[in-house]
């Protein structure tokens, strides 16, 4: 009888802990690529990670609490695949770390490490490229730093009503002393119904910092960023627009800032400019899609450093996980501009660059 009830209880532990697996995923992205960079002060070819979609190792899950509300969390690091390095040193899950809850009715809150509101935007409606390979947005669009992502972030994202959806951000700054230093608030509101998407995204960041020991205060303008955003399904095409407005310190901080075309004098960021993107992407064959955009950025500071990009690209599906892809993009910089074509993870060190790699996800 011992025995039985010792067994019993063993086996109902063991069933316990795999109910509670069950409801964790392991999921990640493996991508490396082959990227020619042209145009800089030093031409580059390397073997490097990340090029379309970065490469990442992820733990995901959710537990039913009952009555449509259920405890989500994400855990996320990305890693370097052609050196088997983390991109981040001493971090573990620097791409997003978050816990939070989930309602069927009432959307979901959720605490921790996340993506801007703006970013999301720029990635999930207005760029053909999903922000990804030679082409991607982020070489003109304003989304470097914590434009991308933010730590101590509250983030409230509202049920889909009808293809009516929307999201708001508030990133704590935590300086002492201060409490609207490096505070960060965003959102977007959009639509979502068949072919067409459309939303419009607001970023605001605070740059104040507070003093630290004999170090003073710094005192600054905000950063604010506005976009809209469309994009509409015509089955033979998928057409893509936007339109960004920058203003203030940080709205536009460059990818680069290491002077890659080696100018006499270092060009800044701007801090008043608009941005327009028009795209599409088109299916070729059962397994194919091309994708092409053209983007300009307008300075409007009396600098002038307006630029160009002109972008294609190819992906072939392999399976419903692997892909192969290649891409081009070419930036025209004028009056001493100095944005460079970089890919999804890498800001790029010259006015051009090519791409040819694989992408698989688990």
């Not at 008043?272 to 599409?280: K, P």
């Given at each position: 009888m011992k025995k039985s009830l010792i067994a019993m209880a063993v086996l109902g532990a063991m069933s316990s802990a795999a109910f509670a697996?069950?409801?964790?995923?392991?999921?990640?992205?493996?991508?490396?690529?082959?990227?020619?960079?042209?145009?800089?002060?030093?031409?580059?070819t390397k073997v490097t990670s990340g090029v379309g979609s970065a490469s990442r190792l992820g733990f995901k899950g959710t537990e039913d609490l009952g009555g449509g509300l259920s405890a989500v969390f994400v855990l996320e690091s990305g890693v370097k695949v052609d050196t088997g390095e983390s991109?981040?040193?001493?971090?573990?899950?620097?791409?997003?770390?978050?816990?939070?809850?989930?309602?069927?009715?009432?959307?979901?809150?959720?605490?921790?490490?996340?993506?801007?509101?703006?970013y999301e935007t720029l990635r999930d409606v207005a760029d053909p490229f999903a922000l990804g390979y030679a082409g991607?947005?982020?070489?003109?669009?304003?989304?470097?730093?914590?434009?991308?992502?933010?730590?101590?972030?509250?983030?409230?994202?509202?049920?889909?009503?009808?293809?009516?959806?929307?999201?708001?951000?508030?990133?704590v700054g935590e300086q002492a002393g201060n409490a609207s230093a490096q505070r960060q608030i965003g959102g977007w509101a959009g639509y979502s119904n068949g072919p067409l998407n459309v939303r419009v995204a607001y970023n605001a960041r605070n740059n104040d910092l507070s003093a630290v020991g004999?170090?003073?205060?710094?005192?600054?303008?905000?950063?604010?960023?506005?976009?809209?955003?469309?994009?509409?399904d015509f089955g033979v095409v998928k057409a893509f627009a936007a339109f960004s407005k920058d203003k203030g310190t940080n709205s536009s901080p460059l990818a680069n800032t290491s002077n890659p075309f080696g100018y006499a004098v270092a060009p800044g960021a701007t801090r008043?400019?608009?941005?327009?993107?028009?795209?599409?992407t088109a299916p070729v064959g059962p397994n194919g899609t091309v994708m092409a955009s053209y983007t300009r950025k307008n300075d409007k500071e009396v600098a002038n450093h307006d630029a160009d990009q002109w972008a294609v690209g190819y992906s072939y599906a392999l399976s419903k996980r692997t892909s192969t892809y290649v891409a081009y993009a070419k930036i025209k910089n004028k009056n001493g501009a100095s944005?460079?074509?970089?890919?999804?993870?890498?800001?790029?060190?010259?006015?051009?660059?090519?791409?040819?790699?694989?992408?698989?996800s688990f």
């Open positions: 697996q069950s409801n964790v995923t392991i999921y990640g992205i493996v991508d490396a690529g082959i990227v020619s960079e042209r145009g800089g002060v030093a031409n580059t991109d981040v040193a001493g971090s573990i899950a620097n791409r997003q770390s978050y816990v939070g809850l989930k309602s069927t009715t009432a959307g979901q809150l959720t605490l921790g490490r996340q993506y801007t509101p703006y991607t947005a982020k070489n003109l669009f304003g989304v470097a730093g914590n434009n991308t992502r933010n730590s101590n972030a509250i983030v409230y994202q509202t049920p889909s009503i009808e293809g009516f959806q929307g999201e708001i951000s508030y990133s004999a170090t003073p205060a710094v005192s600054t303008d905000i950063g604010r960023n506005s976009l809209i955003a469309a994009n509409y008043d400019s608009n941005v327009a993107l028009i795209g599409a944005y460079t074509v970089g890919n999804n993870t890498e800001a790029g060190s010259g006015d051009k660059a090519f791409n040819i790699g694989m992408r698989h």
